[in-house]
């Protein structure tokens, strides 16, 4: 069953519950692909204009070169926990790898377990792959997408949940703030008083370039360095452009050594 939900988070129970909100159990990423789930990497992966070769299971993102995986590589890729219960997924909360993963998993647990699961994921890409969707449909569980990207093609889910509570036009043009729900919060890095050498450089690098720089080459020319450099905060990756861009804590890590 696919769900779109456009507004805050809805409360459901499920057998097995994973989330990308906070919950009280952390798990990793680390399953085989079926053969759905590999067609929904590889789909994704050439829409965005980086063609690869199949993955059969998800860790193998982790020795691939394509630019587009450095941001698959912030996932927990240690073994998948599937004990009942309720998870947080340990992945990006960006797009498209949220979305990525919630179709891999969805028909992971449906072939393994059948029903009695439920993946909730955010994504504003997903409107881009309503095809890919329409195989969540037949699955026994639940794979829930919230968003805040209203489209047409929302047609394609089997049950779509407007909570936006008591928000209203009139209230944000003249009040200008949100009186709506909550949805997941977002964790930030705490800032490094003390950072390893070699980061600071990728980071004053990107500074002396602009402030900016594109994802294809930083991977190059940092490799490692530059996931650590994002780790830290001191860089954010925008995934519009695929580019890295130094953020202010980056910029008050300069200042500080």
Same mark, same amino acid.
């Given at each position: 069953?696919?769900?779109?939900?456009?507004?805050? !988070?809805?409360?459901?129970?499920?057998? =097995?519950?994973?989330?990308?909100?906070?919950?009280?159990?952390?798990?990793?990423?680390?399953?085989?692909?079926?053969?759905?789930?590999?067609?929904?990497?590889?789909?994704?992966?050439?829409?965005?204009?980086?063609?690869?070769?199949?993955?059969?299971?998800?860790?193998?993102?982790?020795?691939?070169?394509?630019? &587009?995986?450095?941001?698959?590589?912030?996932?927990?890729?240690?073994?998948?926990?599937?004990?009942? $219960?309720?998870?947080?997924?340990?992945?990006?909360?960006?797009?498209?790898?949220?979305?990525?993963?919630?179709?891999?998993?969805?028909?992971?647990?449906?072939?393994?377990?059948?029903?009695?699961?439920?993946?909730?994921?955010?994504?504003?890409?997903?409107? /881009?792959?309503?095809? &890919?969707?329409?195989?969540?449909?037949? &699955?026994? $569980? +639940?794979?829930?997408?919230?968003?805040?990207?209203?489209?047409?093609?929302? !047609?394609?889910?089997?049950?779509?949940?407007? *909570?936006?509570?008591?928000?209203?036009?009139?209230?944000?043009?003249?009040?200008?703030?949100?009186?709506?729900?909550?949805?997941?919060?977002?964790?930030?890095?705490?800032?490094?008083?003390?950072?390893?050498?070699?980061?600071?450089?990728?980071?004053?690098?990107?500074?002396?370039? $602009?402030?900016?720089?594109?994802?294809?080459?930083?991977?190059? =020319?940092? $490799?490692?360095?530059?996931?650590?450099?994002? *780790?830290?905060?001191?860089? =954010?990756?925008?995934?519009?452009? /695929?580019? +890295?861009?130094?953020?202010?804590?980056?910029? =008050?890590?300069?200042? !500080?050594?």
């Amino acid at each position: 069953m696919l769900e779109i939900v456009i507004g805050s !988070v809805v409360e459901d129970k499920a057998d =097995r519950h994973y989330t990308i909100c906070e919950a009280d159990k952390a798990t990793g990423v680390g399953f085989e692909l079926t053969p759905e789930g590999q067609l929904v990497f590889t789909t994704i992966f050439l829409r965005y204009n980086y063609p690869t070769t199949p993955f059969r299971h998800t860790a193998d993102l982790l020795q691939c070169s394509n630019p &587009l995986c450095l941001l698959f590589r912030f996932a927990d890729f240690s073994e998948l926990q599937e004990e009942p $219960g309720k998870y947080q997924l340990k992945i990006a909360m960006a797009d498209p790898v949220a979305l990525a993963f919630g179709l891999a998993l969805s028909h992971y647990l449906d072939a393994k377990h059948g029903g009695g699961w439920l993946v909730e994921v955010y994504s504003d890409a997903w409107p /881009m792959f309503t095809d &890919l969707l329409v195989a969540a449909k037949p &699955l026994q $569980g +639940v794979l829930r997408i919230y968003t805040s990207v209203y489209d047409q093609r929302v !047609v394609v889910a089997d049950r779509v949940v407007y *909570n936006l509570r008591s928000v209203s036009l009139e209230a944000l043009a003249a009040k200008r703030q949100w009186e709506g729900g909550k949805t997941c919060r977002v964790t930030t890095p705490e800032f490094a008083t003390v950072a390893e050498k070699e980061v600071l450089e990728v980071v004053r690098e990107v500074w002396e370039a $602009g402030g900016f720089m594109s994802l294809k080459y930083a991977q190059e =020319r940092f $490799g490692q360095l530059l996931i650590k450099a994002v *780790n830290a905060g001191f860089l =954010r990756l925008d995934t519009a452009t /695929m580019a +890295v861009k130094i953020t202010e804590l980056g910029v =008050r890590a300069l200042d !500080v050594h």
